[in-house]
């Protein structure tokens, strides 16, 4: 599988994405090509190399003889389906323009449908997000990943006037997404670079596991203490897993009575946590003691841990983040000759590796027919 990793120290805008595509092997010819389904007013599509800080990048950027005017969603919408474009190039941009709406919207105020985007409704910025999904396409990404994001200091000149940095459309965009303050006064992320990453990007963290092929370097616009530039890593992913992370919460417990464990871990469990299980061990002193873990998620840390404390004897538990690989999951309802049941699949790439039915769903035909549950199981799985 082909994946891209946008690694961005000083940020992301959407002229440097398309810079950094076009370090990365894109050609330039084939993207003026595609745009030209757009038949936007006349444009130049411009290409420099710059030096940042001894590092090569690629310049990009779109020149017009004057301003363009002001749009709105449904006018934009109806350029890009009207266009002679992929299916996909078409579904992607329009996407991400409707999410970068949604994100003014929610800032002004006003129905999505009321919103006139200024720098955003202009023909570079159409470009930007348009080429962005040519750039992609053409070159096979299928899978998308990104490096947190940084914030800049200081204010933003904008049609509005002056705007605190970041800008707030851009801060909406980048809700749910790690991000980190810098010293840099300068806008590091434009809304259009946040809404094109955020719209494509599944998870952003560290590189994943894979052999790069290409790397592309997009200059940006300023002088800063690093070097202002986006690069793009290109290749094949060697495992098709998804990554995420976790809390394992830990204890150690010797003087609870066992009876009481099943309760407690149902209460955990009620409070968030993911999995929990006892373990039994030999402690110091030979005091036989259990080792309590639970699994959950990082926002549901307190309540979790709320409850570990009311319902054991514990007076301290120890807390881990740890990596996690898993397979794509997906819940499908399947009818049987007994019934219908849910049915987990873990998915590696495009193939299917595990089939889990749920246990709750089969035990239930099970006594409905008064069968073993194993028959409903055998029948469950005969269905794939």
Not at 133 to 162: D, N, T, Y
Not at 340 to 364: C, H, M, Q, S
Not at 365 to 379: G, N
Request: aromatic residues 6%.
């Amino acid at each position: 599988m082909r994946v891209a990793y946008f690694d961005c120290p000083t940020g992301i805008a959407g002229n440097m994405i398309l810079g950094a595509l076009l370090d990365a092997g894109l050609d330039l010819n084939y993207l003026k090509e595609e745009l030209k389904h757009l038949r936007l007013t006349p444009y130049t599509l411009l290409l420099s190399k710059k030096r940042k800080s001894g590092i090569f990048a690629t310049y990009f950027n779109v020149a017009t003889g004057k301003r363009d005017r002001h749009r709105g969603l449904n006018d934009i919408l109806r350029i890009i389906k009207k266009a002679k474009l992929s299916k996909t190039v078409k579904g992607l941009s329009s996407r991400i323009f409707i999410r970068l709406a949604a994100a003014e919207a929610k800032v002004h105020g006003v129905s999505i449908n009321r919103i006139h985007f200024h720098e955003v409704g202009a023909v570079d910025a159409i470009i930007d997000i348009v080429g962005a999904c040519i750039g992609l396409e053409k070159l096979e990404i299928e899978r998308i990943f990104c490096s947190p994001l940084p914030h800049g200091q200081g204010s933003i000149k904008h049609a509005h006037g002056s705007l605190p940095n970041p800008a707030p459309a851009t801060v909406e965009l980048l809700k749910g997404i790690p991000t980190y303050g810098t010293k840099m006064k300068a806008e590091l992320v434009t809304p259009t670079g946040a809404a094109i990453i955020s719209a494509l990007a599944e998870s952003f963290g560290d590189i994943p596991r894979m052999k790069i092929s290409s790397i592309g370097y997009g200059a940006g616009l300023f002088d800063l203490p690093q070097p202002n530039l986006l690069r793009v890593f290109i290749g094949e992913a060697e495992i098709q897993t998804e990554r995420d992370a976790i809390l394992q919460i830990e204890t150690n417990i010797d003087d609870m009575n066992p009876n009481l464990y099943q309760k407690a871990i149902d209460k955990i469990m009620k409070a968030g946590a993911l999995d929990a299980y006892p373990i039994p061990i030999l402690m110091k002193k030979k005091r036989k003691a259990v080792q309590l873990i639970v699994l959950t998620t990082p926002e549901k840390r307190d309540r979790v841990l709320e409850e570990l404390f009311e319902q054991t004897t514990s007076l301290g538990a120890r807390i881990f983040l740890v990596p996690r690989e898993k397979l794509a999951r997906k819940i499908i309802n399947i009818k049987t000759k007994y019934g219908r049941a849910k049915v987990k699949l873990g998915i590696l790439g495009n193939k299917i590796k595990t089939i889990a039915p749920e246990f709750e769903d089969y035990k239930r035909l099970a006594a409905k027919h008064r069968i073993p549950i194993q028959t409903v199981y055998r029948e469950i799985k005969t269905y794939f």
